[in-house]
Structure formats: structure tokens, C-alpha cells
């Protein structure tokens, strides 16, 4: 058997066995609905509906609802669709970069965090796709034979682009975090003593019985899949950023866009990981899984993507300089110092200043203090968007066309309630779906379970 | 005689391995094992082969490629050329950079897809498909060898049982197949 260096701290706290986990993670489910998680989805579905009306208003009325004009055309719809595919990055990675990595602590994790993809990126794609205005002919973005002669979509463009790496992004998290949950659904099944929940988890389950076989099967294809999905995540965020990099709008055609793009979607991924796990690991009781050594674990993640963010900002803005290019000066000196700069500075502070704190041992392994911060994070990465897309086309090349944006009622009704149907979604996952990849959890417990790791000293 | 299937429960993973050892130096050959997770290093003891879905994947990514430069090509350079803003429209190995995106996003979508498809389909796990696993607790914290007389018609069934039990059994049941 692995022994595991007697340094490193252990996964699992207390004394568990196998049929601990299973019922840690199952019996939530066969219990009744507490009362938090009622009302909690109650206001969250509130939300969504509210999300729900704005967007059928939209799609009614035309995107001239929002606030857009003619110098900002692009505003908060591309600024949420940018930050919701940000938020996704995380579970990607805690899957498929960790799993190559053989870290055992993503285990806890990345369940919860790949539902995240899939909710996250879900509510990235409905900004683009109502931004067409004509949503029923989103099809239109596919290469199908049509009646004009057949009229293809534009290969060459990053929108394009935009479409094929968030489609297969998103059906490949669909599929990789689906392969893990069939063996979980079993064990579900197998347990679920009331006939219409064990039918329901019986057809989940696909019927998993666990045999050598299949197991061999089940490991070959989570590594094959991780493989696959790490240079994936690492290509969509770069093709996100290219909307914007290809361009030659001055502030946004840089060549630093894709890895500086990729490190903040880490880094505000991370952050809403902490934020939904801190309050799931409290109300479902997996402190003993979910425990301080992950929570520092993820937020070295964050220091170290948010320094590299920071890097990022101050490099653009020295090259901005340095380029001699005087639009692309002053579109960073109207940043810093223009009617925007609040934002500018809000998202300095969010994004640069406050992940620094986590270099204080006290700081990162509070979880009060966590949580605080990773929401600061979130709300500094949606301004760090907000200030690229709307500072960088509010002025162009005639001063007479300068504008600003404000945002209307349906753009504030359409975001928030994207917020809502994802913690609707969310939080229906946490209470149907196995929270834990239980079974994996299993495969570490001798190696890092506490009282199998300190066996040998008692 | 009837043939028997025997169903040996043991509730560690290292009894196990240990008892799948020893069944299998006897000459005894194991049908299959059900367990809550992959116990590494049951495979060869058993007799398990590597699986070939990472090379059916690898096909499938490159059959994703090959069609993702086909479509490209028809699409962009012969169907219905567009000049836009200039960029090449002649060959596809002039405008081919603008294509790399597409080219792998496409090949990583075949090689996923292909292959969760053909993993489901070659374990036979499907929606509503029945569970055959011998016990419900196999799903929890509990092991199963599953031997059958089929396989073994050198051992007398009294004999084979015996030769079980030597091991650290943790539950045995014998039922006709």
C-alpha cells in the first residue's frame, strides 16, 4: 500500500471508514430538506424568476432595453458572459489539472467545483446568445446548409472561435463531471430504500455495478479526459480574450490578453469555489472533509494567480507607455484617471492589493477571512472586465462620439438574475446530487485519513 | 451438476487483494470483482487487461482534426470564399492560422465525446440499465469476488468452498447460475 509522507497533513479528519463517507454524503440526501436550504432556494428562485422576466422583456423589446449606445456597444452583457466563464475555470481545473498532478485534496473539491463549471458557464452563454437580438437564430452560428446559397459563418473570426471552444467546453464538463458521478448515483441507488428515489437514481446510475473491469475503464478515461480538458480550459479563456486581443481597439489589442486572461479566470474561479464551499462544508457538515488544509491549499491558488493578474495589469500599463503609441497611452491613462477610474481602482484593490493578504498564515487559514476575501475577489474580477470592455471603447478617435454607459434596468435584472438560476441550480445539485466524489474519496482514505496516517504513532 | 456462482464478501480492500492473491496461486480462476472503488492492483491479479480506450480516443481526435480541416477548407476556400478585411482566401494553408482554434476545439470535442460514448457503451452502463452488482453494500464499504464452477471444473464445489473460506471472509453466499 502507498504511505504517504508522514509531513503532509491529512485529507480526512477523525476516525472514518468507508461507510462513514458513504453516509456523510448520502444522508443529507435521504433526509428531509432542512429548512436553511428551503429558504435559501426559495429566494434564489425568486431571483431567477425576476432574471427570467428581463430577459423575456429583452428578447421582446430588443437589446436596445439595455443600456448600450453607440460608442458602447459592448457592456455589462459581455463584461458577465467574460466573468461567469472566468468563475468556470476553477472546476477544470481542480478536476483535470490537479488530477494530472495527482493531488490528493482535490477530491474534496472537485465535484462541487466542476457543478460550478457547468452552472458558470451555462450562464456565460446566455449573454452572447441573447446579444444576437434575434435569439431564435442562434443556430445561424453553426456551419448548417441554409437557403442563401450556403451562406458559412465567418471561420476566421474569434467570435466563432467563441462558439466551438464554449460549446465543447461546456459538453466536455457536462461529460467528464457526469462519468464521475455514475459510480456515486450507484452507491445512491444501492441505499435509497423508497421505491420512486431508487428508480430515479437507478436510471441515473446507468446501471454501474462496480465490476474490475469498468474500474480500470472508469480511471482510463478520467485521466485521458483530464488530459484533454487541461489544454481545453487553457484554450477557451485564451479565445475569450482574443474577442477582444484581435481587435484594434487601443487597450484591448494586447498580446499579454490570453495567459493574463486564463490566470484571472483561475484566480475569480477560485474565489467563488471558496465562497459556496465554505457555506456548503458548514450546512452539510464536511468539515471533515472540506478542512482548513484545503481551504489554505486554495487560496495559495489564489495568491499566486492573483499576482500574476497584478503582473499582468502593471506590464499593460507600462507597455502602454513604453509602445510610444499615444491612443494606447491615453486609453490607460483615461483608465486610471478618467470618469472610470473608480472602477479602475476598485479593481487594483479587489484584484491586486487584497489576495497579498493571504500571505499572512492567519489570514489564509481563517475562514471568516476567506470568505470575505474571496468575495472581494469576485466582485474586483467583474470590475477588472467592466474596466477593459467599457474604459477601453467609451472614448475612441472622435471626441465628439465620446460617451459613457449606464446600465438599464433589464442589463441589472438580466445579471442578477443569472445569479439567481446559479445558485438555484447550485443549490439543487448540493441537495440531490452527492456533494463529495464519495467513491474517490474512498481511494485516499488510507493514505490520507487521519487516523490511518497516524496509526503507526499510537 | 449444476453449475454454482459463489459471491465472496471480505470488507477491506487489502483482505481483498490479499484473498484474490492466494485463490488465484491455487489455480482458482476469479470471474470478476465488484468493489466502491478502483483497488489498485486487482487488475493483474485477475487478469484483467489494460484497456485500449485511450488509443480509441486518440483516433477520434484525429478523425475530429482531419474533419475540422476539411470544413474549414470547404467552408472558407471553396464553397463560398469571402474577402475579409483582406485576409487570405485562396489556399487553406495561407489562412490556416486563423483555423488553429477551431481545428482543436474540434478535435478535443471529437476525442471526449468519442470516447465517453464508447466507455459507456463498452461497459454496458446505459440510462435505465440494470444494476448487476450481487450486493447492494458492494456500492459502500463492501468487497465481492464472484468465482463460478464454469471456470473452475478442476475444483469439486466442496473443495473450491473450502479453499475460500480459508481466507478472511467476511460473508459467503453459494447460489446456483
Known amino acids: 500500500m502507498i504511505k504517504e509522507a508522514a509531513i503532509r497533513r491529512p485529507l480526512i479528519l477523525g476516525h472514518k471508514t468507508y461507510h462513514d463517507i458513504t453516509n456523510d454524503v448520502v444522508g443529507p440526501i435521504e433526509g428531509n430538506a432542512p429548512r436553511q436550504w428551503k429558504i435559501a432556494i426559495s429566494i434564489a428562485a425568486v431571483i431567477a424568476l425576476y432574471g427570467v422576466g428581463s430577459i423575456m422583456y429583452l428578447v421582446g423589446t430588443g437589446i436596445g432595453a439595455w443600456g448600450l449606445n453607440k460608442t458602447v456597444g459592448w457592456s455589462w452583457d459581455i463584461t458577465n458572459f467574460v466573468w461567469w466563464v472566468g468563475i468556470g475555470h476553477a472546476g477544470t481545473l481542480i478536476s483535470a489539472v490537479l488530477l494530472l498532478f495527482r493531488q490528493r485534496w482535490r477530491m474534496a473539491i472537485n465535484r462541487s467545483a466542476e457543478a460550478m463549471t457547468i452552472f458558470a458557464v451555462l450562464m456565460a452563454a446566455l449573454f452572447p446568445v441573447f446579444h444576437m437580438g434575434r435569439v431564435w437564430q442562434a443556430y445561424w452560428t453553426l456551419p448548417l446548409p441554409n437557403q442563401f446559397g450556403s451562406l458559412w459563418p465567418n471561420f476566421n473570426s474569434p467570435l466563432m472561435w467563441d462558439v466551438f471552444a464554449i460549446s465543447t467546453y461546456f459538453s466536455v464538463s457536462l461529460v467528464f463531471w457526469y462519468i464521475g458521478l455514475i459510480p456515486d ?200 472586465r467592466f474596466v477593459i470592455i467599457v474604459t477601453s471603447i467609451h472614448r475612441d478617435y472622435t471626441p465628439g462620439a465620446w460617451g459613457e454607459f449606464h446600465p438599464s434596468v433589464t442589463d441589472i435584472g438580466f445579471f442578477v438574475g443569472t445569479l439567481g438560476i446559479f445558485f438555484t441550480l447550485f443549490l439543487l445539485f448540493a441537495r440531490y446530487f452527492p456533494v463529495l466524489a464519495l467513491n474517490e474519496l474512498k481511494t485516499i482514505l488510507k493514505v490520507s485519513g487521519e487516523s490511518y496516517k497516524n496509526a503507526d504513532k499510537h | 451438476m449444476a453449475n454454482k456462482v459463489f459471491h465472496v464478501m471480505y470488507d477491506d480492500d487489502q483482505k481483498l487483494l490479499d484473498a484474490a492473491t492466494v485463490l488465484v496461486k491455487q489455480g482458482i480462476q476469479v470471474k470478476d470483482v465488484f468493489s466502491p472503488f478502483p483497488v489498485h492492483g486487482i487488475d493483474p491479479i485477475i487478469g484483467v487487461k489494460r484497456t485500449r480506450l485511450a488509443i480509441a480516443s486518440f483516433m477520434y481526435a484525429t478523425t475530429g482534426t482531419l474533419l475540422a480541416i476539411l470544413g474549414t477548407w470547404y467552408f472558407m476556400i471553396h464553397d463560398w470564399p469571402m474577402n475579409i478585411g483582406g485576409k487570405p482566401s485562396f489556399t487553406w494553408i495561407e489562412n490556416a492560422p486563423a483555423f488553429v482554434p477551431i481545428i482543436f476545439e474540434f478535435s478535443v470535442f471529437c476525442a471526449a465525446h468519442g470516447m465517453a460514448l464508447t466507455y459507456l457503451l463498452r461497459n454496458g452502463t446505459l440510462p435505465g440499465m440494470p444494476a448487476s452488482n450481487p450486493d447492494p453494500r458492494t456500492t459502500d464499504d463492501k468487497f465481492v469476488i464472484e468465482i463460478v464452477t464454469e471456470d473452475n471444473h478442476a475444483f469439486s464445489v466442496s473443495d473450491l468452498e473450502e479453499k475460500i473460506r480459508a481466507t478472511e471472509v467476511f460473508e459467503l453466499s453459494i447460489k446456483d447460475c
Open chain 1, 185 to 384: 448515483f450507484a452507491t445512491i441507488r444501492d441505499r435509497m430504500v423508497k421505491p420512486l428515489p431508487k428508480k430515479i437514481y437507478g436510471i441515473l446510475s446507468f446501471g454501474w455495478s462496480g465490476r474490475a473491469k469498468h474500474w480500470t475503464r472508469f480511471e482510463e478515461v478520467s485521466l485521458v479526459l483530464a488530459g484533454i480538458a487541461t489544454p481545453l480550459v487553457f484554450s477557451v479563456h485564451s479565445i475569450v480574450s482574443m474577442d477582444f486581443a484581435t481587435s484594434i481597439v487601443p487597450g484591448w489589442h494586447a498580446t499579454i490578453f490570453p495567459p493574463y486572461f486564463v490566470s484571472g479566470a483561475v484566480f475569480s474561479g477560485f474565489a467563488m469555489v471558496l465562497t459556496l464551499l465554505l457555506i456548503m462544508r458548514k450546512t452539510m457538515r464536511l468539515e471533515a472533509y472540506i478542512n482548513i488544509a484545503h481551504i489554505e491549499y486554495m487560496n495559495i491558488v489564489i495568491i499566486v494567480t492573483g499576482s500574476i493578474v497584478g503582473v499582468a495589469y502593471l506590464t499593460e500599463l507600462f507597455i502602454s507607455w513604453y509602445s510610444g503609441v499615444e491612443y494606447e497611452s491615453y486609453a490607460f491613462i483615461n483608465r486610471f484617471s478618467g470618469p472610470y477610474s473608480w472602477a479602475y481602482w476598485m479593481m487594483m484593490t479587489c484584484n491586486v492589493i487584497s489576495p497579498q493578504l493571504f500571505w499572512f498564515k492567519k489570514i489564509r487559514t481563517s475562514l471568516t477571512a476567506t470568505f470575505l476575501l474571496s468575495i472581494v475577489v469576485n466582485i474586483g474580477m467583474w470590475f477588472e
